[in-house]
């Protein structure tokens, strides 16, 4: 039934047995700069690469202060922690998002409360956010409170599912509006831009993931973005287990963590950010060929950047009619050697969080019925680009 589909994706990626979803790239000067690390003996937590990944993320980005992090995980955790999130505080984010985004907020004991998607990007949708807190927001003491629970609303989290951006803008504005504190989930985001201002820099902290999936890589490791400098120097010091700098003394003035990056994958950091422009080049180039082959398949359609917005289409995605085509599809494919998957479990659906609150959930449960993630794997390859 999808043959046509299948043969397509493996003629797009030159590749007849098997098309892995999205794997990563090293075309540059990862070796180099790895083995500077080991020449050096500087691979742990210290090191001339973890200051540079910084510097070089933060120009890339525009943001004011880049702070690195051993995981997108643990840079979500500190991101809400350095926005005050308190145990027992309330939370707005998607249910249609993977499961870090609520791992950070329970970490924090707070509650997630799940509020509805947009059907032009599949994130947070400001209209379910601004009629949620309508319904059951007030101010009191300028915070705002969930009537329902009494619990505080201290922060949002929207996230830009597959790179697409949300409608941060509007969200920014309702946040301002409620004295909410906006985060972003820009794991899955970088490069991508929102009327031309990168993702993750529209609230008080954003954060991304280098994860080995994600469009460039760490090993693993994330990233905390900050417009107020202030804050990204206090987002250092309880990175970095909160020490007072002394050059031998070991005194600590608050509760710190170790989520530092060791300079080895920061290094790895610095040689795939050098190629960033060129992998998201790339990908948009597959994904514009996907959109010319699905503009001819009558029941799938290819998921396309919001307007306003400049995607780096980390994942692909293609809507199929309804639930039993979309597992149709699934089992096909990767039954002949195209990975395929669908969207994450939602998280209201999960034991930890299935006892949340949530919305409607009208096009989040829409798009879980429908949403296929297809290859997306940079092409580019050492032949094509003459290092
Ligand atoms: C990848 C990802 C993260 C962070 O994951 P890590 O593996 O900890 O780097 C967070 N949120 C979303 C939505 C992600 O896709």
Known sequence: MYQNVINFIKGLYENPEFVPLSVPKFIGNEKKYLEECIDSTFVSSVGPFVDRFEADMAAYTGARRAVVCVSGTN????????????????????????????????????????????????????????????????????????????????????????????????????????????????????????????????????????????????????????????????????????????????????????????????????????????????????????????????????FVEPENCFSNYWLNAVILPDHDRQLAFLQETNDNGVMTRPIWELMNRLPMFEHCQHDSLENTIWFADRVVNIPSSVRLNDENYGH
């Open 75 to 302: 840079a979500l955790h500190m991101a809400m922690l350095l926005c005050g999130v308190e145990r027992g505080d309330e939370v707005l984010t998607q249910a249609l998002t993977f499961i870090a985004t609520c791992n950070a907020i329970s970490y924090l004991g707070a509650h997630p409360v799940f509020i509805d998607v947009d059907k032009t990007t599949m994130g947070l949708s400001p209209d379910a956010v601004k009629s949620w807190l309508s319904r059951n927001g007030e101010i009191k003491d300028g915070h705002c409170y969930d009537k329902q629970t009494g619990r505080r609303v201290k922060a949002c989290v929207p996230m830009h599912t597959f790179g697409h951006p949300v409608r941060i803008e509007e969200l920014a504005e309702i946040c301002a509006e409620w004295h909410i504190e906006l985060v972003e989930d820009a794991a899955e985001s970088i490069g991508s831009k929102y009327k031309g201002r990168h993702t993750g820099l529209f609230g008080k902290v954003g954060a991304l993931s280098f994860n080995g999936n994600k469009t460039i890589t760490t090993g693993g490791g994330g990233m905390l973005l900050f417009m107020d400098e202030n804050l990204g120097a206090l987002a250092k010091h309880l990175t970095t287990q909160a020490k007072v700098p002394h050059r031998w003394e070991f005194k600590h003035d608050h509760i710190g963590y170790n989520y530092r990056m060791p300079n080895i994958n920061a290094a790895l950091g610095c040689a795939q950010l050098e190629h960033l422009d060129q992998y998201i080049a790339d990908k948009r180039k597959t994904a514009s060929e996907y959109a010319a082959f699905f503009k001819n398949e009558k029941d799938i359609s290819f």
